[in-house]
């Protein structure tokens, strides 16, 4: 059974940082691409970042680029989140996900993720 496990959610002030891990088991993620996505409450769903399976090609929505980066461990099946210089319009669950696309390739779209994580709070405060 494939799982996806966030951690490193938490309460942070504005200007602060935070690193978001998520943990990948239960396959081999080879050829798959890790995806961030958030969701603030009573707002849709929002791409944050992807990297893709060699970690070479990412991309980053527009209201993070420069202030968030999407890295992934030696053995693949980790991807993490640095988030520096938060805002309080950051605060949101944070999702990581995984989805199965050729090397170089990631996506905005969650519809094109496969899996899921359960979610991990950040909440920036002013």
């Known amino acids: 059974q494939v799982q996806l496990v966030e951690s490193g959610g938490g309460l942070v002030q504005a200007g602060g940082s935070l690193r978001l891990s998520c943990a990948a088991s239960?396959?081999?993620?080879?050829?798959?691409?890790m995806g961030w996505f958030r969701q603030a409450p009573g707002k849709e769903r929002e791409f944050v970042a992807a990297?893709?399976?060699?970690?070479?090609?990412?991309d980053y929505a527009g209201s993070v680029k420069g202030r968030f980066t999407i890295s992934r461990g030696n053995a693949k099946n980790t991807v993490y989140l640095q988030m520096n210089s938060l805002k309080p319009e950051d605060t949101a669950v944070y999702y990581c996900?995984?989805?199965?696309?050729?090397?170089?390739?990631?996506?905005?779209?969650?519809?094109?993720?496969?899996?899921w994580g359960q979610g991990t709070q950040v909440t920036v405060s002013s």
């Open positions: 996900a995984a989805a199965r696309f050729g090397s170089d390739y990631v996506s905005r779209l969650g519809n094109d993720y496969d899996y």
């Open positions: 239960g396959r081999t993620f080879y050829n798959y691409a």
């Open positions: 990297i893709d399976w060699t970690g070479g090609s990412t």
